[in-house]
């Protein structure tokens, strides 16, 4: 209980940051990172909760980001389908898919279900790139409509920068809830042991499979904003690299912590557009930090920071 | 107490060395609480437990003693639903429990402190304890939950010390301690043990096997496997031994601390001593 009070704390700090960010901040240049960090955030958000929280690796992530993106892009632009009829539509279709691929897999365990959900990502890549008449192929699909609320339009920076920061914010709240209550520490129990957490009378693989559509629906909903943002997408934004992008960012800004997301996607969405300046050896650079802060922070970014700050702390004490 | 042989077929040879059953304190009519038969569980194509028939009459301990690799935990997985590729016929109160997952067979009655403890170890000893009452924490059984927590703290005072901290800082006897709270957070009515005394110190154990008597007072019905036999068998009303996946020896506790095969092999006598008692 005072955990989830320190979080909605927290989480109101953050939100006056993020609004004052937005109201202040002029170039759109920034904004439009920043609107990027937001829906990275929400992604790996997404993926910590199934491979955080529930200890289950997902190799193909970016293929749930891919559905939702895809699946709003055709209604919305092909069939002139309204994007607030689209969004449902991509959601439940990114859930559906979960559903199905996710019984079969998730008896997977470690490297099998890497394995089994990798080959899942790439299909579903392959399928956005083949699928020509419906997808646009690999040269992608333009004309993508903004999101509009009557006569409101989310045309500006700004105005997608709030709409995706309170996106962001709500499932925060939405995640902490989950963790904190019977469900979480089933999750939890599941990553510790599957075994121990049967022998305790949780559905393994019912729980399993619950946060699996949970982890696709948010990831969804991220290709949903990406792709109202752009106006386009081609299938290279949701291969296999883009899936060991979003284990990246879990990965790196920590494990089983909803700050760590934020942090691990603000850092892997950042260090590209720092490194430009390095041109040709913006990619070697890019591995050294990832190698750098695995090395000396390894349970992540969140975790490393808190415990530099209470060491630094201890040693004023003294 | 009776000898059965490996086999299962009736073979008049050999083991047929029937003791007089001195245990007369349970009357034969009580329908027993847990009823097994011709239990068989299979691994694939291997079958670990080959025909195992045996009963636990409510408010009994039982002991189940036997070699590594006999198929003691087998089935214990069987009975709490982890393992659901057997045949034959698992009774609880009355109700077959063929095709129950382990959240049902918890529901029903049955908790599994499981072999090796199984805690979780980065989680806090008290939420290694709520996840114990995992089937019953609905909105409703709060307050139901809030006591079974007092109940077991009251067991165990010194899981209340440590409430906070990470399950896997506590020493081995404070972690089998956490386990069997955990296991009486869903408030079983059988309680099922996989060795707990596992890599214990005897004065340990000794508070374990207590704490399993004094559970067995309040009427708490238990069946517990060991490999320390004779713990076991001082508190236990009955006992099986198993041997490859058969049971080959029953009887009272007593009959079975008394019997030179168990002594021989299970209570770690050597020959000398056993040579001497037996002149
Ligand atoms: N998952 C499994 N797959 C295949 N065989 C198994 C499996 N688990 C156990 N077995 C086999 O089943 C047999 C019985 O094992 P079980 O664990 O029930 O023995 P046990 O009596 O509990 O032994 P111990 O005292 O060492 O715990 C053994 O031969 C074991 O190798
Ligand atoms: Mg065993």
């Known amino acids: 209980m005072i955990r989830t009070d320190k979080h909605l704390i927290a989480c109101f700090v953050f939100a006056a940051a993020a609004t004052a960010t937005g109201l202040l901040v002029e170039n759109a240049y920034y904004l439009q990172v920043m609107i990027f960090i937001g829906i990275n955030t929400l992604l790996a958000l997404s993926l910590n909760m199934l491979m955080g929280y529930a200890g289950q690796i997902s190799l193909g992530h970016a293929a749930f980001y891919g559905i939702g993106a895809y699946t709003t892009a055709i209604l919305s632009t092909t069939y002139n389908i309204s994007p607030w009829l689209a969004l449902p539509a991509a959601v439940f279709t990114a859930m559906a898919i979960a559903y199905f691929v996710g019984r079969p897999t998730l008896r997977l365990t470690g490297y099998y279900l890497a394995m089994g959900t990798l080959g899942f990502g790439i299909i579903v890549n392959i399928i956005f790139r083949e699928w020509r008449s419906v997808t646009g192929g690999a040269s992608g699909f333009v004309g993508i409509p903004p999101l509009e609320i009557g006569s409101f339009a989310f045309d500006t920076d700004r105005r997608y920068f709030f709409l995706v920061w309170g996106v962001v914010l709500f499932f925060f709240i939405i995640c902490r809830r989950i963790i904190d209550s019977r469900v979480g520490r089933a999750l939890r129990a599941i990553h510790d042991g599957e075994h121990a957490a049967a022998a305790v009378g949780v559905d393994t693989a019912k729980m399993k499979l619950k946060i699996f559509v949970l982890s696709a629906a948010m990831a969804s909903l991220a290709g949903f904003l990406y792709a109202h943002q752009i106006f386009f997408i081609s299938p290279g934004t949701f291969s296999f690299l883009a899936s060991i992008r979003i284990v990246t960012m879990v990965v790196i800004g920590g494990m089983a912590s909803i700050w760590g997301s934020l942090l691990g996607a603000s850092l892997l969405t950042l260090l590209p557009e720092w490194l430009h300046a390095f041109a040709d050896y913006e990619m070697m650079i890019y591995g050294l930090v990832l190698m750098l802060v695995m090395i000396f922070l390894p349970q992540g970014l969140t975790r490393g920071i808190l415990d530099i700050y209470e060491n630094s702390r201890k040693k004023n004490d003294k | 107490m009776k000898y059965r042989n490996d086999s299962g077929i009736n073979d008049n040879r050999a083991e047929k060395r029937v003791l007089p059953f001195t245990d007369n304190r349970q009357p034969d009519n009580i329908y027993p609480m847990l009823r097994i038969r011709n239990l068989k569980c299979f691994y694939g194509q291997i079958m670990a437990v080959k025909g195992i028939t045996l009963s636990v009459k409510e408010g009994e301990i039982i002991a189940l003693i036997g070699a590594n690799g006999s198929g003691k935990s087998t089935l214990m997985a069987s009975v709490s639903g982890l393992l659901p590729t057997w045949t034959g016929e698992i009774l609880f109160e009355g109700k077959n429990l063929k095709g129950m997952d382990p959240p049902a067979v ?174």
């Open chain 2, 106 to 279: 918890v529901k029903s009655g049955i908790s599994l402190v499981p072999e090796g403890r199984l805690i979780f170890p980065p989680m806090s000893v008290y939420d290694n304890l709520v996840l114990g009452a995992y089937t019953r924490l609905r909105k409703k059984a709060r307050e139901d939950v809030q006591q079974a927590m007092e109940t077991v703290t009251a067991l165990f005072p010194i899981l209340k010390e440590r409430f906070s901290q990470p399950a896997g800082t506590l020493s081995g006897g404070e972690q089998q301690m956490l386990a069997i709270g955990r296991s009486l957070m869903a408030r079983p009515r059988l309680l099922l043990l996989d060795e707990p005394s596992m890599g214990l110190a005897p004065l340990v154990v000794e508070k374990i096997m207590d704490v399993l008597e004094l559970l067995r007072s309040q009427g708490l019905t238990i069946l517990l496997v060991e490999q320390n036999a004779r713990a076991a068998l001082t508190i236990a009303d009955r006992g099986y031994v198993f041997e490859t996946g058969s049971v080959v020896l029953e009887g009272s506790a007593d009959e079975l601390l008394a019997d030179t095969n168990v002594k021989r092999a299970y209570l770690g006598k050597d020959y000398e001593e056993f040579d001497d008692e037996n002149r």
